[in-house]
Every structure is written in C-alpha cells, then in structure tokens.
C-alpha cells in the first residue's frame, strides 16, 4: 500500500491506494453534491458557460480579461497566497473545474461504497458548507471518524497547525481500520 493524494476535482480526497482498487478514505473540506438549489445551480451554469465563451478568445485576450475582470475581483476577499494561485492558473480551466465540481453529485452511489473513512469538517468553511460536510459523513455506509477543524477552506493551508496533525491521525485511523478488517 502506498499513500497516494487523488483530487478528482470533484473532492478532495486523500485515498490509501491498495492493489484492488480504492482502499480507506479521508475526505477533507468536501460534500457529497454542491449544488441542489435553483441559485447554486444557476452559478455553476454560469461558470459553464463563461468557460465555454472563454476557448473563443485569444491567449492575450484571455490573460486580459483574468487580469482586468477576474483576478482584481476575485482576490479582494482572497489571502495573498491564494490570489498567487490563481494568477498561475488559466482561468477557463478553473471555470471549467468549477462547472464539474457543480455537476458532481454522489449521493446515488456513496451508500455503495463500504472502506474504512475519515472525514475532516471545515467549521468555518466560505466554500462547502458545514452542513453538507456533516451530511456526507453520516452517509458514508462505513463506519467514519469524523474530525472538525475550527478553519476555512482553506485550512490545510492556513491552519495547518491545526489541520496537519488531525489529517495524520485520520490517515492512521483509517489504516489501522483495513488491518482490522
């Protein structure tokens, strides 16, 4: 077995990889499905369609308009290291991941899934909120240490103090639940 970090885009999710497959999960700052009202999926439709209209621009065009439209927008409410990552990314590409991230939707098939898990709750979360966090770890059919982090988003970044160990001690928990198995 060997430690693996797998983002689907749609999760974040750090998953033990073992030889048959997917092993025990620790999921972090994540839900089940992101967007269920008419307004979430109104603004994932739009990140669509932006990404769409954005292939029809040129390269200098593009970096234009991430400068002038979205980058002076967006980095406002944002921590200096985070406005940096986005400025080295091509914005329709986060468009575009954004949009997948609105699509996905897991709650048809997550009671199908039966490995040891771990969940890491954001309680001060901007981005997934903490109540649909909470309900995907009273989903997931295994049996799930659920952890909290009194943090954003953000936190394996901005409060890896507090995140970093408890993301060490899931990863634990879930291992020693497969050795138990």
Not at 59 to 80: C, F, G, H, N, P
């Amino acid at each position: 077995m060997s430690m693996t970090r797998a983002t689907s885009g749609r999760s974040h999710r750090i998953a033990v990889i073992g030889g048959d497959g997917i092993g025990p999960e620790v999921l972090a700052a994540t839900a089940g499905y992101f967007a269920s009202s008419r307004d979430e999926r109104l603004n994932f439709l739009g990140l669509n369609g932006l990404a769409r209209l954005s292939r029809l621009l040129s390269a200098q065009t593009r970096s234009w308009v991430t400068e002038q439209i979205y980058l002076q927008r967006k980095t406002q409410s944002l921590a200096d290291w985070a406005a940096r990552q986005i400025a080295s990314h091509d914005w329709r590409h986060v468009l575009e991941a954004g949009s997948e991230i609105g699509a996905f939707d897991s709650r048809r098939w997550l009671n199908d899934i039966d490995v040891p898990a771990a969940m890491i709750i954001t309680t001060k979360d901007q981005v997934v909120p903490t109540r649909r966090q909470e309900e995907l770890a009273a989903s997931l059919r295994s049996s799930t240490v659920t952890y909290r982090v009194e943090a954003g988003h953000d936190a394996v970044f901005a409060a890896r103090d507090q995140f970093v160990p408890l993301l060490v001690d899931a990863c634990q928990q879930v291992v020693r639940g497969v050795a138990a198995a």
